[in-house]
Structures are given as structure tokens and as C-alpha cells.
């Protein structure tokens, strides 16, 4: 089955610590999105890719950084710059980016908290 | 506050009630979706409305939305305990970058108590 593949499910991080998130994707999809999700919020994005070697900050990029090497691989690290990283992060990727009407389709999300 | 912000915050229905949610927006879209996420899990794709519709009906989903008003609404009919989950709208629009951009609004938690 086609799908978006996040892990770990649980992470932890010390203090001064980075940390790598994974996201794998099987749906051929050109698009990526990492966002985080805090308790009783929305979605805020953090970075998207529209296509390979190419990546764009979203609204709170402060704290992470992505590469794209690969069309189905789309990690983040949370590096220690980012003071407050306990969240839920979520995965998502999309057909095309420059086309507006499409779905995104989501990770089960990677849960991080601070040791 | 967020481009999309759902009322209410949290319902609590009996099985086989109606649910009703509902979405305002502050700038003009090229469409908008909903979405759904049980507890824990990531967010699963449940329709699209353009912004040139009015209303839309997937199965036991209805989504209208008034442009005008910057606004839409997710009625979803008969409920289960299984809908049981949080809704988000998220809306789509076009930038200057040339890409569209998705802004996810608060969420409603609904709860249907069998």
C-alpha cells in the first residue's frame, strides 16, 4: 500500500541535543511538507519541498533544517537552536505543489518531548 | 489569528445526531478541504469544496461554502461513535512565490456518545 512512513512514533531529546525525524514516501508525490502541531492547535508549517534538492522555510523554520536528496525522503532535524521542541510532528505530501487542488496526505506523525 | 479558525471548539453529540462545524478564513482561497484526525494519528483527507462551489456531498459529508462571507460549514449526518476525531479545515491559496499554500485552522473535537 501507498503511504507516508514517519518514525520514530516516540523521540526524546537532552538538552543540546539534535535530532533527525524521518519521512519516507511510496506515492511518487513531488511535494513534502513538515509541520507542528501543539496540544489543541492547528497545523503550523515549518518547511516544504516542491521538488528534489530544493526546500523553502514555512512560518516557523527557526530551530529546524530539511534536506531532500531523494524524491521519497524528506527528513528534519531538530537542531538545539529550537528551544521549546516538545510537539507533535506530522509529515505530509502532496502530488504536485504548483497545482492547487490537491490533497495532502499524511504521516502518523513523529511525538517529540524533551528529557 | 489563524487564516482558518473552526467554531465550535468542541461538540458532544448522541449517535445518529447531526454534527455541524463550521470555518472562517480572512483572505481569498482557490479552494478549501477538510480534514480529520483520530487521536494520536496524522490527518486524513476527506473533501474538497472550489472556491467557484457552493456545496459539495461526499457520502454522509456535506460541505458548503460563501466566499463572500470568507466561511464554510462540514455537517456530517447521522453521526457514529466512529467519527469520533478532530476536524480541521485548511485553506488553499495561491502565492507570490507561484506555489499554493495551506493554512490549517484550530480544529473541532467532536465526540458522538453512542
Known amino acids: 500500500d501507498g503511504g507516508i512512513t514517519q518514525s520514530p512514533k516516540y523521540l526524546f531529546r537532552k538538552e543540546g541535543q539534535n535530532v533527525t525525524l524521518s519521512c519516507e514516501q511510496n506515492?511518487?508525490?513531488?511535494?513534502m511538507y513538515w509541520y507542528r502541531q501543539d496540544p489543541g492547535q492547528g497545523l503550523r508549517l515549518i518547511y516544504y519541498?516542491?521538488?528534489?534538492?530544493?526546500?523553502q522555510k514555512g512560518d516557523i523554520a527557526e530551530g529546524y533544517s530539511v534536506s531532500r536528496e531523494k524524491k521519497e525522503s524528506f527528513p528534519l532535524t531538530v537542531t538545539s537552536a529550537q528551544k521549546n521542541p516538545t510537539a507533535f510532528y506530522l509529515c505530509?505530501?502532496?502530488?504536485?505543489?504548483?497545482?492547487?487542488?490537491?490533497?495532502?496526505?499524511f504521516g502518523d506523525g513523529t511525538r517529540l518531548s524533551i528529557l | 489569528s489563524q487564516q482558518g479558525e473552526e467554531d465550535p471548539q468542541a461538540l458532544s453529540i448522541q449517535e445518529g445526531e447531526n454534527a455541524t462545524m463550521n470555518c472562517s478564513y480572512k483572505?481569498?482561497?482557490?479552494?478549501l478541504q477538510w480534514y480529520r484526525q483520530n487521536s494520536g494519528r496524522g490527518l486524513v483527507h476527506l473533501i474538497l469544496?472550489?472556491?467557484?462551489?457552493r456545496e459539495k456531498h461526499s457520502g454522509r459529508l456535506r460541505v458548503t461554502l460563501d466566499t463572500s462571507k470568507k466561511s464554510s460549514s462540514l455537517l456530517i449526518t447521522a453521526s457514529r461513535a466512529a467519527d469520533t476525531a478532530s476536524y480541521f479545515c485548511?485553506?488553499?491559496?495561491?502565492?507570490?512565490?507561484?506555489?499554493?499554500?495551506?493554512?490549517f485552522g484550530t480544529g473541532t473535537r467532536l465526540k458522538v456518545l453512542a
Open positions: 519541498s516542491q521538488i528534489v534538492n530544493d526546500f
Open positions: 505530509a505530501s502532496s502530488m504536485w505543489a504548483l497545482t492547487s487542488n490537491q490533497p495532502q496526505h
Open positions: 483572505t481569498s482561497i482557490n479552494n
Open positions: 506515492l511518487n508525490h513531488d511535494a
Open positions: 469544496i472550489r472556491s467557484n462551489e
Open positions: 485548511a485553506t488553499v491559496s495561491y502565492t507570490t512565490s507561484g506555489t499554493y499554500k495551506y493554512i
